[in-house]
């Protein structure tokens, strides 16, 4: 409807209003959707509080409804009273004045516009526009008075609270002490009081940490809500996601559990609000217990049962903040995640199982174990003290009182229960001293601090007189786990970083399959293309990859392509969170450049992408206007699908935020453009790449079973070093596909394995590198990549030796590698040592000049030549041809007995044998433990002790150098020193060859014994034949 005519009925347009006219008020309609439009226009623009065609801009035309029924009402009444108003008097709005006072103005004023330069606006009555500007202050004053009405209420239970009386006490002790523990009861306010202390108190950067992802949510939401968003996006949230699957357990009886929602049925009437909180030890539990009650709420219609647990997704998981219908109750199955982590409104009874599933750490079988415990009492207390937050509660104890006697007073500390990687090397970062003596408030297991200790020189992040290595300074800087933080350093060292930082994160966050995928036979077959034969990492890449590309197709549905391949999107959000924070660690240390700014493109291109993001701003800022999530009302269903949330979305529900923020955060174009070009990773980059992350993962690897051709896939069994029988996880790709493990030279229909096959020769033996060992009723290897056996362990281990022929290989005392040719086996023997001696120069000389760059001012005994592009690429092609090497060898796991009996023992003579040409110019010494020479800190010839040496010396065979013509019988290893050193040899000598200066050969044999000689009282290196000659020639 167009703005009212004048009275002669002519058309007002192309003429201002003249004020000495009177209007006809029965003309005028604020409900016309054109008159509505100018004015939201004129007000309501981007930059104002209120912005056209938000959830706040209806709440305004409905307030401003009731108010024109309100002041028509209070005119009429007041005009039959006295027909004389004054003309500028406006009827009072609840307790709002009668006429408007700037006094009572709270921060606010309407910046409205020149109607005299405004588009249509300037062309209404001034009345009108005065009218509506007088009603949008009374909103807004409204508004506030009711915001600060909320913040009053606040302000009452906060100053309630018990750690209120001690707040200043707090920020007085934080001046005066580095270190301020505060302890208190659950409720006490400790969580979300002092970081506002803090914030209030003028420091920058507060922290607070949860133990879990919603307990880390919904504190920050309270801390917004309690100070009504004042510190705006500064309150914000980061879940790192460490929370182990649940185990499978025998199955728990749920009539206890459902006798106490009969109790509850039958002596609290339904109006009676008050919902019911269920501790149990772990999923299984919570499945048993879940299915028997749904099954009684089905019966009653009187229950809504939801479970409550970490694998869940994240909408499942918020269904328990939702309100039942009238009559009915909640009825949460949940783990000890809602002991501590999370407070939800309403609960009235508690039902505690006694149970908790922890997670311990197995110094010696290097394993997580998680575990079944009665639990402490003061955990029976904190569990108690969840009935009833906001009224009277009854727990209700499904165990004895000479239980709750026997518990122990407190849980165990964590710091007694975990691993203690990523503390020791904080610790050496810090230069605190010796771990073993420092003084903890809670001292952890010594044999946990060995193992760390241990695990980190493997690592290569101590050396062997336990200080910080390069590599190991730089993993103390990275906030990241010391596996993913070597894996991000070697990628970016190859110029692989964009698919090593994608699967870093992937590696980081809690799986993105979900369990209800395992029972939807559809799920499997979708996802089918995206699975990779090398190993979970690369599968969760081409998710990563995958959802990217859905994402970028405007016309596609992310979460609909998640929801059919059973994927939780919320997973790959996460990746794509901690992907760009990798990177930003990488470029802030130097290692990887910063990405040049996108050029701007045309003013068109630049205005739509302006465009885009406000419009983006608009949504998130319509969704934080609208409190977020809003609390939903549960419904009874008869299919039992455990209460999900009614599905009737108001304006805003359909928005998905996760998506606005996503394209908020990163730029899709620039992210899809890497990942792209990661994706298309050539045969050789994927090689190299699976070096990097078997590096990484070092040692962390499993030896197949030799009997696994003839197990089905489910029971295909694997052993690391320190845990024999693991198997792989259920969500492994090689649990359901372990032919991608089996040597391709044999044969499907060779029949049942034999004790042969341990001896089995072939170029194709496989290792698995995995992330985590976890044992739940089994030990699980989690998320495994296939690696090269042979090449993985030249190149990786941190003890190899050999005997006399270099023939037969012991990796880390606990891998045998027997090679069919001793002169291939002496070739990649020296050839690993070459490459393994450049690659670890390359990386010490690259961390270290990032070091020289960003700490200057110390130090620095010389400068650290560069590594440049040539040298790094002679390196990966050194290392792929390396890699790519065909050499037949058999594969198997030492027994106990022969790792007992597996070293010669040291000698008494010290003479050395020379060994031009093989090893460099590496000085040998004699082991002092094993016996045999020390090459280098982690090769060690000649060691190994086995009766095969006895008949060594029969190898040798007469053979002809084809270079200088000599001809006489040696052995291979005499054969390969002979051509490494002959002068008559060409100088281009293949890769992998040592060039070397011509030496004396001698003859060296695996029967070789130091011999001192009383006679003449010099020593020597002799065969037994060769101590009858000499001692012949002294005759």
Request: neutral net charge.
């Amino acid at each position: 409807m167009p703005p009212p005519r004048t009275k002669e009925g002519g058309d007002p347009r192309g003429r201002h209003w003249d004020p000495g006219e009177e209007e006809a008020p029965e003309k005028w309609d604020w409900n016309c959707p054109e008159t509505r439009r100018l004015f939201e226009d004129a007000f309501f623009r981007d930059e104002d509080y209120i912005r056209q065609g938000s959830e706040e801009c209806q709440k305004f035309w409905a307030f401003f409804e009731r108010l024109q029924r309100f002041q028509s009402l209070k005119a009429t009444s007041k005009r039959e009273k006295d027909p004389v108003c004054r003309k500028h008097s406006v009827p009072a709005l609840a307790d709002l004045p009668r006429t408007y006072d700037p006094r009572y103005r709270i921060n606010l004023s309407v910046l409205g516009p020149d109607t005299r330069g405004s588009r249509g606006l300037g062309r209404q009555p001034p009345e009108r526009v005065a009218e509506f500007r007088r009603a949008l202050l009374h909103y807004l004053d409204f508004g506030q008075k009711q915001a600060f009405g909320r913040l009053a209420k606040l302000q009452q239970g906060r100053a309630g609270l018990p750690i209120a009386q001690y707040g200043n006490r707090i920020l007085q002790t934080l001046k005066a002490h580095q270190v301020v523990v505060v302890a208190g009861d659950t409720g006490c306010g400790k969580s979300t009081q002092v970081p506002q202390y803090l914030l209030a108190a003028g420091f920058s950067h507060v922290a607070c940490t949860q133990p879990r992802r919603i307990a880390c949510i919904s504190l920050a939401k309270r801390v917004s809500f309690e100070s009504l968003s004042q510190y705006g996006s500064q309150v914000v949230y980061q879940p790192q996601e460490t929370e182990p699957a649940a185990s499978k357990s025998g199955r728990l009886d749920p009539r206890p559990f459902l006798r106490v929602l009969e109790a509850i049925d039958s002596k609290y009437p339904p109006e009676e609000r008050g919902d019911v909180l269920v501790f149990l030890s772990g999923m299984a539990e919570i499945s048993s217990v879940l299915e028997a009650a749904q099954t009684y709420a089905g019966r009653t219609q009187r229950w809504v049962v939801l479970p409550l647990h970490s694998t869940l997704s994240v909408a499942d998981q918020d269904k328990v903040f939702d309100v039942a219908p009238p009559g009915v109750r909640k009825c949460i199955l949940s783990t000890n995640i809602a002991e501590t982590s999370v407070t939800i409104d309403g609960i009235r009874f508690v039902v505690d199982s006694g149970k908790v599933k922890e997670m311990g750490y197995d110094p010696q079988a290097k394993l997580q174990r998680l575990q079944e415990f009665w639990i402490s009492q003061a955990s029976a207390e904190q569990r108690k003290g969840r009935a009833g937050r906001t009224g009277p509660g009854v727990c209700f104890r499904l165990y004895a009182e000479s239980d709750y006697d026997a518990f122990a007073p407190y849980p165990v500390p964590e710091i007694r229960r975990v691993a203690l990687d990523a503390l020791v090397l904080q610790m050496k970062s810090m230069n605190v001293g010796d771990p073993r003596t420092f003084p903890f408030i809670e001292p952890p297991p010594p044999a946990s601090l060995e193992t760390a200790i241990l695990y980190l020189r493997d690592q290569g992040a101590l050396d062997s007189s336990e200080a910080l290595t390069p590599i190991g300074s730089l993993l103390a800087q990275l906030p990241v786990d010391v596996v993913i933080g070597k894996m991000l350093i070697l990628g970016s060292m190859f110029h692989l970083a964009e698919p090593v930082l994608t699967i870093a994160a992937a590696l980081s966050v809690q799986s993105p399959f979900t369990r209800s995928a395992q029972s939807h036979p559809e799920c499997a077959v979708a996802r089918r293309p995206l699975e990779s034969d090398q190993g979970d990492p690369f599968t969760l890449f081409n998710v990563f990859n995958a959802w990217l590309q859905v994402k970028s197709e405007r016309s596609r549905n992310s979460r609909k392509w998640c929801r059919q391949r059973g994927i939780e999107e919320h997973r790959l959000y996460e990746m794509a969170n901690l992907r760009r924070q990798f990177k930003e660690l990488l470029e802030d240390h130097g290692l990887l450049a910063r990405a040049q700014a996108a050029t701007p493109g045309d003013s068109y291109r630049r205005l739509q992408e302006r465009r885009e993001r406000r419009a983006l701003y608009h949504l998130k800022r319509q969704h934080e206007e609208g409190g977020g999530r809003r609390r939903k009302v549960l419904r009874l269903q008869g299919d039992l699908d455990g209460g999900s949330s009614d599905e009737d979305r108001g304006p805003g529900d359909s928005v998905d935020i996760q998506d606005v923020k996503f394209q908020l955060r990163h730029s899709l174009d620039q992210l899809q453009a890497a990942t792209s070009s990661a994706q298309d990773l050539t045969r050789d980059q994927m090689a190299l790449l699976k070096l990097v992350l078997g590096r990484g993962l070092y040692p962390q690897l499993a030896v197949p079973d030799p009997f696994n051709s003839s197990r089905k896939d489910s029971d295909q069994m694997f052993h690391t070093q320190s845990q024999q029988g693991t198997v792989l996880h259920p969500t492994c790709i090689f649990a359901s596909s372990p032919e991608a493990l089996h040597p391709q030279e044999r044969k499907a229909g060779a029949g049942q394995a034999s004790r042969d096959d341990k001896d089995k020769m072939s170029s194709k033996h496989q290792l698995l590198a995995f992330v985590s060992l976890l044992e739940t009723n089994k030990p699980y290897l989690v998320n495994c990549v296939r690696v090269p056996a042979l090449q993985s362990l030249l190149l990786f281990s941190r003890s190899l030796d050999t005997n006399g022929d270099c023939s037969r290989l012991v990796a880390d005392g606990w891998l045998e590698l027997q090679l069919a040719e001793s002169e291939s086996a002496v070739r990649l023997l020296a050839a690993s040592v070459r490459l393994r001696a450049h690659w670890e120069s390359a990386l010490d000389r690259q961390l270290a000049r990032e070091a020289q760059r960003r700490w200057p001012e110390v130090d620095q005994e010389e400068a650290a030549a560069p590594v440049d592009h040539k040298e790094v690429a002679d390196l990966s092609r050194d290392l792929l041809q390396f890699a790519a090497s065909k050499v037949p060898y058999s594969l198997r796991r030492l027994t106990g007995l022969e790792v007992q009996n597996l070293y010669v023992g040291p000698q008494t003579i010290t003479t050395a044998p020379s060994l031009p040409g093989l090893f460099g110019s590496s000085p040998l010494s004699p082991h002092p433990t094993k016996g045999g020479y020390a090459v280098t800190d982690f090769l060690t010839y000649n060691c190994l002790a086995s009766d095969t040496d006895l008949y060594s010396d029969c190898l040798r065979t007469f053979w002809t150098c084809p270079h200088c013509g000599l001809h006489m019988p040696l052995t291979p290893l005499e054969r390969m020193a002979h051509e490494n050193t002959c002068p008559e040899a060409p100088q281009d000598s293949p890769p992998g060859a040592e060039k070397a200066t011509p030496e004396p050969l001698p003859k060296v044999s695996a029967l070789q014994r130091p011999y001192h000689c009383e006679v003449c009282g010099e020593d020597f290196l002799f065969t037994p034949t060769d101590v009858l000659r000499h001692r012949g020639r002294h005759l």
